[in-house]
């Protein structure tokens, strides 16, 4: 289940840099077509990965409430972090 | 002329929202502290004390029934858990025109009976959210409306922050009104999947009551026809007339129960049927952590020799679909941690409530150059609706610790307060400049939460020694909740007294 969470967490924040205004503020430089390309792709694969992780136990039905639960977490301690970025550049 | 799709779905968002915001953030606060119910009781309960329970507890309270309630025509033992703290035994005795029906709650350890206060702990704030104390004057109604104005929020607000799908993870820090538009969005894209459930489930918990038409034209008893030929349970138990002794030894069951249900502490209750009677039924009902559903799993054997008895058939999908639903809206399948997170979202909830309604307020103001009745009301309502409730939740608690034990209807005169501190907070903001009336209920929260702690310590220091010395976290762990919603009135009190200034 931690597992999953930080996958979500690593995964989120992978689709976050393949946005050009996330990653000119992580990085300081802009962001290559290709470079968008690798984000997305790795961050909507690494959800997937984090989904299946959870779901592939005991209780399939429960841990998609924790899926959906830590997704909602994640989400908003990702903006922070980035707005917090943003905020010290 | 062809109306602009968005423009309209602006419109709706901001006005669902106005006219139902206050009593949406009603439902949702009240809602999100229900994950908390037992919690919540065992704290308003604190005659219960913070001993672990024997394992000796279900032995222990058949022999007390066996002795005050010999020739009962049903005993019921609900046993104690680690967030509720709360062994209760009652039984029914046969008598005309009506049964008699007796309760009495043990202390865990020695098993005597203890007297506790009469209140209606944290169930207050679940039957709240969805009868608004308005039972018998159509509160559910409400409700749904209510839920239903939810959905119609959630959807049209996807068009008006559109904007912030293309800028996702995204909160503007550098001004005030920016930051509080952008978290308005941010929650209210990660409550999504969570408000839909609730609205969705909300409706269909009440899917009778709220579109009856059908079932009554189809059913002469509408929907208690309906649910009596859908619903399962165990086979009707016919008296043998024989008189038998019931099991008090329970090590027999214990072991068959174990065998079906082999996580720690499954049992949630165990009821005798016909106890002295040779056909006589033992229920062993199932804590609902292993299912969505809120179908309470049974078993069902003899309480005259302990053998299996048939159990109860598997339900239909539809009618399991619906239980499902209630099941995902009451939650009690979530362990501590998935509790916490939902908690997180029900919060994230009344903060995306609470933040459209000042949002509302203040893109207004910014833009007329006199304020007009509708702005006023808003602005009193507001600061009612949002600090006002934070306030009467702690009027509750109060009541809860300094009403005296023995008074007639202690319970409704807690509730009582609840409500009157609500309304004492309204008159309050009407009285008041808006900023004064905002600052100082803000400082009376803050005090009230920060105090209460040690307000429960002066009058009796045993009740947090005791959790203390036993780690009873449930106990501490409400002190420590309302330290922390104190701490965060005082930090909110002096961030606006500051930004006045």
Redesign the interface.
């Given at each position: 289940m931690i597992l999953s969470y930080l996958l979500q967490l690593v995964a989120?924040w992978l689709?976050?840099m393949a946005?050009t205004?996330?990653f000119r503020h992580s990085f300081k430089r802009s962001l290559s077509a290709r470079q968008e390309q690798c984000f997305s792709i790795g961050g909507w694969l690494t959800l997937v990965i984090s989904f299946i992780s959870l779901l592939s136990g005991e209780?399939p039905?429960?841990m998609g409430?924790?899926w959906?639960?830590?997704?909602?977490?994640n989400?908003?301690l990702?903006?922070?972090f980035?707005?917090?970025k943003?905020?010290k550049r | 002329m062809k109306p602009d799709f968005r423009k309209t779905m602006i419109w709706l968002h901001t006005y669902s929202g106005l006219v139902l915001g206050w009593l949406l953030l009603a439902i949702f606060v009240t809602g999100t502290l229900s994950y908390f119910n037992h919690e919540i009781s065992q704290w308003m309960k604190p005659e219960l004390g913070s001993k672990p329970v024997s394992s000796m507890a279900i032995n222990q309270s058949l022999q007390r029934l066996n002795t005050d309630a010999s020739g009962a025509i049903n005993w019921r033992i609900n046993l104690a858990t680690s967030r509720n703290n709360h062994l209760k035994l009652s039984w029914t005795m046969a008598n005309k025109p009506k049964n008699i029906r007796h309760s009495q709650t043990l202390d865990s350890q020695s098993f005597q009976p203890i007297e506790v206060r009469d209140t209606q702990g944290g169930n207050f704030f679940r039957t709240f959210h969805y009868t608004l104390q308005l039972r018998d004057y159509g509160g559910r109604y409400f409700a749904g409306i209510a839920a239903m104005m939810m959905l119609v929020g959630i959807f049209s607000g996807i068009f008006t922050h559109r904007r912030f799908f293309r800028d996702f993870f995204t909160v503007r820090l550098n001004n005030v009104l920016k930051t509080l538009t952008d978290l308005h969005a941010v929650v209210g894209i990660i409550t999504i999947p969570f408000c839909f459930i609730l609205s969705v489930s909300a409706l269909f918990i009440y899917i009778s009551m709220y579109m009856p038409w059908s079932m009554d034209h189809h059913y002469d008893k509408g929907s208690r026809e309906l649910n009596a030929l859908v619903s399962t349970s165990l086979p009707a138990l016919i008296p043998a007339n024989i008189a038998a002794k019931p099991i008090t030894d329970f090590t027999v069951i214990l072991a068959q129960v174990q065998q079906q249900w082999p996580e720690q502490n499954a049992i949630k209750r165990i009821s005798y049927e016909l106890p002295f009677d040779a056909n006589g039924r033992i229920v062993v009902s199932r804590h609902k952590s292993m299912s969505l559903s809120n179908k309470t799993q049974v078993l069902a054997f003899s309480s005259v020799d302990g053998h299996a008895l048939t159990g109860a058939e598997s339900e239909r999908t539809a009618r399991m679909l619906r239980r499902i639903f209630y099941g995902l809206h009451e939650a009690l399948f979530a362990s501590a941690g998935l509790r916490w997170l939902l908690f997180f979202m029900g919060s994230a909830s009344c903060l995306l409530i609470a933040s459209g309604m000042v949002m509302w307020l203040n893109k207004r103001l910014a833009k007329v150059k006199q304020r007009h009745l509708g702005h006023y009301l808003v602005e009193r309502l507001n600061i009612a609706g949002i600090i006002g409730l934070i306030l009467a939740i702690a009027g509750y608690f109060y009541a809860n610790r300094l009403l005296d034990f023995n008074l007639a209807q202690r319970a409704d005169a807690e509730i009582s307060v609840f409500l009157l501190t609500w309304l004492a907070a309204l008159t309050y903001s009407f009285i008041r400049p808006a900023q004064r009336a905002w600052l100082e209920l803000l400082l009376i929260t803050a005090i009230a939460y920060l105090l209460l702690p040690f307000v429960d310590f002066i009058l009796n220091p045993q009740w947090l020694l005791q959790a203390w010395q036993y780690n009873n976290w449930v106990y501490l762990g409400v002190d420590l909740a309302l330290l922390t919603t104190g701490s965060i009135s005082l930090i909110f009190y002096c961030w606006l007294r500051g930004r006045n200034n």
């Amino acid at each position: 289940m931690i597992l999953s969470y930080l996958l979500q967490l690593v995964a989120l924040w992978l689709l976050s840099m393949a946005m050009t205004k996330h990653f000119r503020h992580s990085f300081k430089r802009s962001l290559s077509a290709r470079q968008e390309q690798c984000f997305s792709i790795g961050g909507w694969l690494t959800l997937v990965i984090s989904f299946i992780s959870l779901l592939s136990g005991e209780f399939p039905a429960l841990m998609g409430v924790y899926w959906l639960s830590f997704l909602a977490l994640n989400i908003l301690l990702i903006a922070l972090f980035n707005s917090w970025k943003s905020r010290k550049r | 002329m062809k109306p602009d799709f968005r423009k309209t779905m602006i419109w709706l968002h901001t006005y669902s929202g106005l006219v139902l915001g206050w009593l949406l953030l009603a439902i949702f606060v009240t809602g999100t502290l229900s994950y908390f119910n037992h919690e919540i009781s065992q704290w308003m309960k604190p005659e219960l004390g913070s001993k672990p329970v024997s394992s000796m507890a279900i032995n222990q309270s058949l022999q007390r029934l066996n002795t005050d309630a010999s020739g009962a025509i049903n005993w019921r033992i609900n046993l104690a858990t680690s967030r509720n703290n709360h062994l209760k035994l009652s039984w029914t005795m046969a008598n005309k025109p009506k049964n008699i029906r007796h309760s009495q709650t043990l202390d865990s350890q020695s098993f005597q009976p203890i007297e506790v206060r009469d209140t209606q702990g944290g169930n207050f704030f679940r039957t709240f959210h969805y009868t608004l104390q308005l039972r018998d004057y159509g509160g559910r109604y409400f409700a749904g409306i209510a839920a239903m104005m939810m959905l119609v929020g959630i959807f049209s607000g996807i068009f008006t922050h559109r904007r912030f799908f293309r800028d996702f993870f995204t909160v503007r820090l550098n001004n005030v009104l920016k930051t509080l538009t952008d978290l308005h969005a941010v929650v209210g894209i990660i409550t999504i999947p969570f408000c839909f459930i609730l609205s969705v489930s909300a409706l269909f918990i009440y899917i009778s009551m709220y579109m009856p038409w059908s079932m009554d034209h189809h059913y002469d008893k509408g929907s208690r026809e309906l649910n009596a030929l859908v619903s399962t349970s165990l086979p009707a138990l016919i008296p043998a007339n024989i008189a038998a002794k019931p099991i008090t030894d329970f090590t027999v069951i214990l072991a068959q129960v174990q065998q079906q249900w082999p996580e720690q502490n499954a049992i949630k209750r165990i009821s005798y049927e016909l106890p002295f009677d040779a056909n006589g039924r033992i229920v062993v009902s199932r804590h609902k952590s292993m299912s969505l559903s809120n179908k309470t799993q049974v078993l069902a054997f003899s309480s005259v020799d302990g053998h299996a008895l048939t159990g109860a058939e598997s339900e239909r999908t539809a009618r399991m679909l619906r239980r499902i639903f209630y099941g995902l809206h009451e939650a009690l399948f979530a362990s501590a941690g998935l509790r916490w997170l939902l908690f997180f979202m029900g919060s994230a909830s009344c903060l995306l409530i609470a933040s459209g309604m000042v949002m509302w307020l203040n893109k207004r103001l910014a833009k007329v150059k006199q304020r007009h009745l509708g702005h006023y009301l808003v602005e009193r309502l507001n600061i009612a609706g949002i600090i006002g409730l934070i306030l009467a939740i702690a009027g509750y608690f109060y009541a809860n610790r300094l009403l005296d034990f023995n008074l007639a209807q202690r319970a409704d005169a807690e509730i009582s307060v609840f409500l009157l501190t609500w309304l004492a907070a309204l008159t309050y903001s009407f009285i008041r400049p808006a900023q004064r009336a905002w600052l100082e209920l803000l400082l009376i929260t803050a005090i009230a939460y920060l105090l209460l702690p040690f307000v429960d310590f002066i009058l009796n220091p045993q009740w947090l020694l005791q959790a203390w010395q036993y780690n009873n976290w449930v106990y501490l762990g409400v002190d420590l909740a309302l330290l922390t919603t104190g701490s965060i009135s005082l930090i909110f009190y002096c961030w606006l007294r500051g930004r006045n200034n």
